[in-house]
């Protein structure tokens, strides 16, 4: 069977790379949001990926990885972006292959390092100033009140019983307040292992849609709990227990327990499952780090 994008989006793309590919395949691996993924192969012989939007919202965040490329080419923990087309509906970016590259998991201490390092890379990178402050990226400190507020859909979760969550629920919120999130560094914001693979050593970062300024431990913090969850090491392995953890353990326990709790979506079906899987990891970790009681899934 010839896999290939339908006729107007085979169009977009070849405007995008200035070539017509002569064979595709779709990429399977990743990509939690309603946009198309390919591996196209050019009459040169070159390959390169190309992602097309089809949904508002995908197309919204496709410019917004454009324009990161765009502005910050030649950086060593970013792909190199190969071409780009936008006809007003569904933008088209290329960016390099990285199928020879290694995608975790699985996860080693070598792998974890690299992306410590790459995320260390990337605080000390001068940000355009185009980039968006963190307050405006997928995180905030609702998350708890948001819990609050509809406990029976918090519970449904099995994350914990009620009588755990309902002792502890002001120390999580008073918690997640006092993290320090906004800052000056570069962020990436949504470090997975669906958003990174390493190669040379080197770990790369894909999927700059959610790219802002803020607190470069927050970064970090973000990234434990999704590691933890393929089977990585715990959060305090990788960061020594602080302060400052603990209250992003919380904030990311509560946007996660918030999110997870919230109806699937259709166009998105991958986002709820993992947003749950992370909240099984985020919440414990948050209950250590503020030494509470290990939560006790509900029976």
């Not at 200035?18 to 050019?42: C, F, K």
């Not at 040169?44 to 949904?55: N, Y």
């Not at 905030?140 to 994350?159: H, K, M, N, S, Y």
Request: aromatic content about 8%; some cysteine; glycine content about 6%.
């Amino acid at each position: 069977m010839d896999e290939r994008p339908e006729p107007e989006d085979l169009e977009r793309a070849s405007r995008a790379l200035d070539a017509e590919p002569v064979a595709w395949r779709t990429v399977s691996r990743g990509g939690q949001t309603a946009a198309s993924r390919w591996i196209a192969t050019l009459p040169d012989g070159s390959t390169a990926f190309v992602k097309i939007a089809f949904t508002l919202d995908t197309a919204a965040w496709v410019r917004d990885e454009h324009l990161f490329y765009a502005q910050h080419r030649g950086l060593p923990f970013i792909a190199e972006m190969l071409g780009w087309s936008d006809d007003g509906e569904r933008p088209v970016l290329v960016l390099e292959d990285l199928s020879d590259a290694r995608w975790p998991p699985p996860w080693d201490r070598d792998r974890v390092d690299a992306v410590v390092r790459t995320l260390g890379d990337v605080a000390s990178t001068e940000p355009s100033p185009e980039i968006p402050p963190v307050s405006q990226s997928q995180f905030d400190r609702t998350g708890w009140p948001e819990v609050a507020g509809d406990l029976d859909a918090f519970l449904a979760l099995g994350l914990c019983d009620a009588g755990w969550i309902e002792t502890h629920l002001v120390t999580l919120t008073d918690a997640a307040h006092s993290a320090v999130i906004e800052g000056d560094a570069l962020l990436h914001m949504d470090v997975r292992s669906d958003n990174l693979c390493l190669r040379e050593g080197r770990a790369l970062l894909i999927d700059w849609n959610f790219a802002c300024t803020g607190n470069p431990r927050f970064d970090l913090a973000a990234w434990l709990p999704s590691l933890h969850a393929e089977g990585g090491p715990a959060p305090e392995e990788v960061v020594p227990p602080a302060e400052d953890m603990a209250a992003f353990a919380s904030v990311l326990a509560g946007y996660f327990a918030a999110h997870a709790a919230r109806p699937d979506i259709p166009e998105a079906p991958h986002v709820r499952p993992l947003q749950r899987k992370q909240a099984r990891t985020a919440l414990p970790w948050a209950a250590r780090a503020l030494g509470l009681p290990t939560p006790t899934p509900a029976a």
